[in-house]
C-alpha cells in the first residue's frame, strides 16, 4: 500500500516562503517520476514541479527562480520550497508519484498553500 503524505501547507504573506514535504511509505527510488501539481479554485490542476528517478528536475514557467523540488532518499521524502510567494500560488499543493512501466499513479491528500496580499 503506497502512501504519500504530504505536509507544510499554511498561510503566508507575499513575499515569504514555505517547505512542503511529501513523505513516502517506502523507497522513493521506486517511482519514475516525482512531482508537486497544485490545484486552485475553479482551476485545473496543474503541474508545479518534478524530479526524475536520477535527479533531473523541472519547472512550470510561472515558479521557476521561486520553487526548488528537493528529496532526501534516506528519508523517502521530498520537499518543495517556495520562496518569493504570490497570491497566485495560492491553491492545494499535491504529491504525485508514478511508476511508467505499469501506469501506476499515486496521490497525496493535499495540502493548502494561502499567500495573503
Known amino acids: 500500500q503506497v502512501q504519500l503524505v504530504e505536509s507544510g501547507g499554511g498561510l503566508v504573506q507575499a513575499g515569504g516562503s514555505l517547505r512542503l514535504s511529501c513523505a513516502a511509505s517506502?523507497?522513493?527510488?521506486?517511482?519514475?517520476?516525482m512531482g508537486w501539481y497544485r490545484q486552485a479554485p475553479g482551476k485545473q490542476r496543474e503541474v508545479v514541479a518534478t524530479?526524475?528517478?536520477?535527479?533531473?528536475?523541472d519547472y512550470a514557467d510561472s515558479v521557476k527562480g521561486r520553487f526548488t523540488v528537493s528529496r532526501d532518499i534516506a528519508k523517502n521524502t521530498m520537499y518543495l520550497q517556495m520562496n518569493n510567494l504570490k497570491p497566485e500560488d495560492t491553491a492545494v499543493y499535491y504529491c504525485?508519484?508514478?511508476?511508467?512501466?505499469?501506469?501506476?499513479?499515486?496521490w497525496g491528500q493535499g495540502t493548502q498553500v494561502t499567500v495573503s496580499s
Open positions: 504525485s508519484a508514478k511508476i511508467i512501466i505499469n501506469g501506476n499513479d499515486y
Open positions: 517506502g523507497s522513493i527510488l521506486r517511482y519514475d517520476v
Open positions: 524530479i526524475l528517478r536520477l535527479g533531473r528536475t
